[in-house]
């Protein structure tokens, strides 16, 4: 019951990421939530009850069968455990698949990721595009006081350069009402979002104003999605990079990603 408690305490969660998700509609209090299209009829689930004791109260967001038999996926605030049938047993960890190598719980940790990054809507993001085609899109959680996170901003030309479009997502890793809060939210205010983007990250001071921001938003989100520190790159597979990577090594990741992607998709 202690390892539960201490679960509950880390995977607690508003749910936000429910909405993101179709197979994650919330249900009522009496009832099982709702199984994902991979999942046995619906009428078969786990049994729930000690684990939403353990979360006091707060529902999940989804379940699904997986490959090892009696063991289900259960998904809470975008996080992902696994739960035994009977329900007295969760597990914290990954499934990998010894065939493929595959790392299913990756692989679902990264469809949820670009699930509740789409649903922020690139209209919410301060976005630099290459002038020329875009051959990637990466979507970066930043701090404007971050040391690596201005280094990974000077050399966006060349980021655009290699085709990849960079978009900003807002995580003040001092938190809301932070000197970094303040001026994330002064960027996005300002009337040229990318030129004060551009200057605050050279340390050049800017006019504080305030408006209606995602910031607060986008900060909360980077949590629940695991976010640690800045920057946190999202490729577009939904894998997340902790770090700065160099726009050349970038680039190679993100083919690399991409012709892997293809292939799993029996894709040429």
Request: net charge neutral; glycine share 8%.
């Given at each position: 019951?202690?390892?539960?408690?201490?679960?509950?305490?880390?995977?607690?969660?508003?749910?936000?990421?429910?909405?993101?998700?179709?197979?994650?509609?919330?249900?009522?209090?009496?009832?099982?939530?709702?199984?994902?299209?991979?999942?046995?009829?619906?009428?078969?689930?786990?049994?729930?009850?000690?684990?939403?004791?353990?979360?006091?109260?707060?529902?999940?967001?989804?379940?699904?069968?997986?490959?090892?038999?009696?063991?289900?996926?259960?998904?809470?605030?975008g996080q992902v455990l696994y739960l035994s049938e009977d329900g007295r047993f969760?597990?914290?960890?990954?499934?990998?698949?010894?065939?493929?190598?595959?790392?299913?719980?990756?692989?679902?940790?990264?469809?949820?990721?670009?699930?509740?990054?789409?649903?922020?809507?690139?209209?919410?993001?301060?976005?630099?595009?290459?002038?020329?085609?875009?051959k990637h899109t990466v979507t970066v959680f930043t701090d404007i006081d971050c040391?690596?996170?201005?280094?990974?901003?000077?050399?966006?030309?060349?980021?655009?350069?290699?085709?990849?479009?960079?978009?900003?997502?807002?995580?003040?890793?001092?938190?809301?009402?932070?000197?970094?809060?303040?001026?994330?939210?002064?960027?996005?205010?300002?009337?040229?979002?990318?030129?004060?983007?551009?200057?605050?990250?050279?340390?050049?001071?800017?006019?504080?104003?305030?408006?209606?921001?995602?910031?607060?938003?986008?900060?909360?989100?980077?949590?629940?999605?695991?976010?640690?520190?800045?920057?946190?790159?999202?490729?577009?597979?939904?894998?997340?990079?902790?770090?700065?990577?160099?726009?050349?090594?970038?680039?190679?990741?993100?083919?690399?990603?991409?012709?892997?992607?293809?292939?799993?998709?029996?894709?040429?």
């Open positions: 019951m202690h390892k539960l408690l201490l679960i509950a305490a880390v995977f607690y969660a508003t749910g936000a990421l429910a909405a993101a998700d179709p197979a994650s509609t919330p249900t009522p209090a009496d009832a099982p939530p709702t199984a994902s299209s991979t999942t046995a009829p619906a009428a078969k689930h786990p049994d729930f009850t000690q684990l939403q004791t353990a979360l006091k109260g707060q529902k999940v967001d989804s379940f699904a069968t997986t490959p090892v038999p009696g063991l289900y996926e259960v998904v809470i605030g969760v597990v914290e960890g990954e499934i990998v698949n010894l065939s493929s190598f595959d790392n299913l719980t990756e692989n679902r940790r990264g469809e949820l990721r670009g699930k509740a990054i789409d649903a922020i809507g690139e209209n919410n993001m301060v976005v630099f595009s290459p002038e020329g085609p875009v040391g690596y996170c201005r280094k990974l901003h000077t050399q966006m030309s060349a980021y655009n350069k290699e085709g990849i479009k960079v978009r900003y997502l807002w995580f003040p890793r001092e938190g809301i009402d932070s000197d970094s809060y303040k001026k994330a939210v002064a960027v996005w205010c300002a009337d040229d979002r990318q030129n004060a983007m551009t200057k605050a990250k050279r340390g050049e001071t800017i006019e504080l104003k305030s408006c209606d921001n995602p910031v607060k938003t986008e900060y909360e989100l980077g949590q629940k999605l695991g976010v640690r520190g800045t920057p946190s790159i999202i490729l577009e597979s939904g894998e997340m990079i902790p770090g700065y990577v160099p726009p050349t090594e970038l680039a190679q990741l993100l083919a690399e990603n991409k012709t892997k992607t293809a292939k799993a998709l029996g894709q040429p």
